[in-house]
């Protein structure tokens, strides 16, 4: 039962446009919702997280909208730039403990020059 | 500020084997968290510590175990390694007040081969 989804597993845009990923849940005890991006050999980076009270959060080139009544998250690049190309994860969790992460299985993000 | 330190970085062990990997938290940080990555599962949360405690756990068997010092170093133990084991083991940490959503921050991992 997978209960953070990220249905695409990749997407190409130009460089200089926009980039929306997105992604799923389905248990509506999450609270906190976080997006990683990640390279290959190494470990996740943290980008940018949204609580549940909030339904936007912005972080410079990088916005995430949460939409709790459809379970439903996006996160926009803007500009996308081809440093950005990389697998990005959807993550949330619950119940005021932010420890123990549910990921989606991630998109793959191609910019191209 | 140095990041979350895992070590090794790659592992060769045969099945029935057992492993221990290690993890140094970014300094301050009290909560540690493991993760397995498989192509075919993704990334799956295994346990977390806080204060030499396990705090939570995923749905993974006895075989994995983990334990944290003082310091909030953690390690982490498979034993009687099966093939399905192979997996890239990510650690994290947080600084940890429980009920405050605060970000996890990861290591590079250690990846482990079972022959």
Redo the contacts between chains.
Sequence with gaps: DQQVKQNSPSLSVQEGRISILNCDYTNSMF??F?W?KKYP??????LI?I?SIKDKNEDGRFTVFLNKSAKHLSLHIVPSQPGDSAVY?C?A?GQ???????????TKLTVNP | KAG?T?TPRYLIKTRGQQVTLSCSPISGHR?V?W?QQTPGQ????LF?Y?SETQ??K?NFPGRFSGRQFSNSRSEMNVSTLELGDSALY?C?S?P?G????????????TRLSIL
């Design positions: 609270d906190y976080l990683y050999a190494e470990g996740p980076t943290f997280s609580s994860f993550a969790s005021g403990g932010s420890e123990k992460l549910v990921f989606g299985k991630g | 979350v895992q909560s968290s993760y993704g990334l799956q949360f977390e806080f705090r939570n995923g990510l994290a947080s940890s429980y009920g405050i959503n605060q970000p996890q921050h990861f290591g590079d991992g």
